[in-house]
Structures are given as structure tokens and as C-alpha cells.
């Protein structure tokens, strides 16, 4: 245990958006291993000083799960309570204007590196009976200019379920699919919001809800717009 909290949780994507929300709420809980691939200083002043981290880019997956393997082991952990992938990128561009460079980068981050770190630390989840937790989206249905995005997705999704079928009884597996959330992922990836803004969720809405259903049995999960009127429902109830 890192600083004697009842769990350890393992966190990727925690130093932006969503995945920062999250980080923020479960360092009140649990001891937390980030992995990013920002400074170790940069991270600290995002979340807390009292995080473990792990800086390695997971865009060379095969590399980055061997350094988290590593690293994992020199900071003695033997088990792990949750691992939450909540990393992700994308370009939001038709089909034919991706580049392969672009494709390959989100099926990497996206898909390829969850999968390749998930089966590496199944022992330590295992023994800590734990939870993986994939972070997906609306998107995996199939989503206009977000193909290989979409498609990336849509295999978490379908590992979500293998593993469910395999691990039943030993490791909790669940996938979540957000939907339209504020985050600066729309900038990087190209998206321009606009009247349709009201259907986004800001991301301390999504990380609540996203933490609500982790502490749930649901196997999967897509999250919305209900969450956004539960919680404008709740402001006005308390204020
Ligand atoms: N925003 C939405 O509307 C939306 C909707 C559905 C699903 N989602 C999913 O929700 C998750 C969080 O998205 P978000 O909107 O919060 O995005 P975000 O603000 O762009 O955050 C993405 C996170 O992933 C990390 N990351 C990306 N590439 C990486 C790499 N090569 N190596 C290490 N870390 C990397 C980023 O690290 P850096 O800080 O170093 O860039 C950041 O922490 C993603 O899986 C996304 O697909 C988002």
C-alpha cells in the first residue's frame, strides 16, 4: 500500500478531462498509480503529490505495458483493486481523410494498450479480486467522421465482453460509454461544438456518474444525457 488506503486503483488518461475528474475523486479514497506520460511535477500539481506515477507513452503500447509491468514491480504491488483505462484520442475526419498515422495511433491508444496491459497484470487483479474498467463511447456504435475512433471502441466493447465471459467469477469486468462531454479532447481531435452544445456533459458530471456506475455490478454502461438532468435536478434540490 502506498499510503494505507483500503484500495489501489491504477488510472490511465487522469491528466485531462474526464480522467483528471476522476483522479481528483479517487485520491480521496483510494491510493492511486497514474500512468501518463506528462512529468512527474506536471502531475502532481494536476492531481496530488500523493500519487504514484508511472510516465510512459501508451502510443508504443507493447513498450508502455512493459514499463508499467516494471515499474509496478519495483513499487512492490502485489494487488491491484481496480485498473481504469480511461486514456483515449481521436481525430474527428471522414473515413478517407484519416491518415495511417492517425488510425494507428488511436487503435494503440485506445484499444491495443488496454489490452495488452490488462492480460499483464491479471495476477495482481485477480489476487486483489478487482475490477478492469474500460472506458469506451457512445461512439462504438458507428459514428459519422469518427471511424477508426469509433472502431477502436467498438473492440473495447467486444474485449469487455470476451473477458467477462472468461474472467466470470474471478475478475469484474466492465465497459462504460460515455456520451458528448466538454474536454479538451473535442480541440485536439478537431471538433468544433456548436448549437448542439447543450447535450455535453462537463466532465466533473461525467466523472461522477462514471464513479457511480464503477461502484455498481452493471457489466456495461452508457452514460448521457440523463446524468446531466440528475444532476441539474440535484443543484436545484440542494441549492
Ligand atoms: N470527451 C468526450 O466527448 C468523450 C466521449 C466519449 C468517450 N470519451 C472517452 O473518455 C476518455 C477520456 O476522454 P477525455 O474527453 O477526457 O479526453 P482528454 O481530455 O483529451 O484526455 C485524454 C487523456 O488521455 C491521455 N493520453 C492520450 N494519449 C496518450 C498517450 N499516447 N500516452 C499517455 N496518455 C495519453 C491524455 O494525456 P495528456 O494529458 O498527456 O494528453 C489525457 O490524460 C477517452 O477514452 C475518450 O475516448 C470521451
Redesign the pocket.
Known sequence: MINGKKSLTLL??????????LAKRLILTDDLVV????SEDEVHALISDKIQYIQ????DPAR?TEAVVSNLNDMQIEKIDRVI??????VYRSPEQETSEEID?NV???LL?PVLLTRALVQQIEAAKGKVVL?????HKGSPNMAS?AAS?AGLAGFARSLEAEWRGRIDVQVI??????????E??GYKVGLERHI??S?KV?ADAILKTIHSHKKSATIFLGAKIKSLFFRKQTS
Open positions: 490511465t488518461g487522469a491528466t485531462s478531462g474526464i480522467g483528471l475528474e500512468i501518463g506520460r506528462k510512459t507513452d501508451i502510443s508502455a483505462h480511461c486514456a483515449g484520442t481521436g495511433l494503440s491508444v485506445n494498450f472506458i469506451g463511447s457512445v461512439a475512433y471502441k460509454h460515455p456520451g458528448p462531454t466538454l474536454t479538451p479532447m473535442l485536439k481531435a455535453f456533459l466532465p461525467m
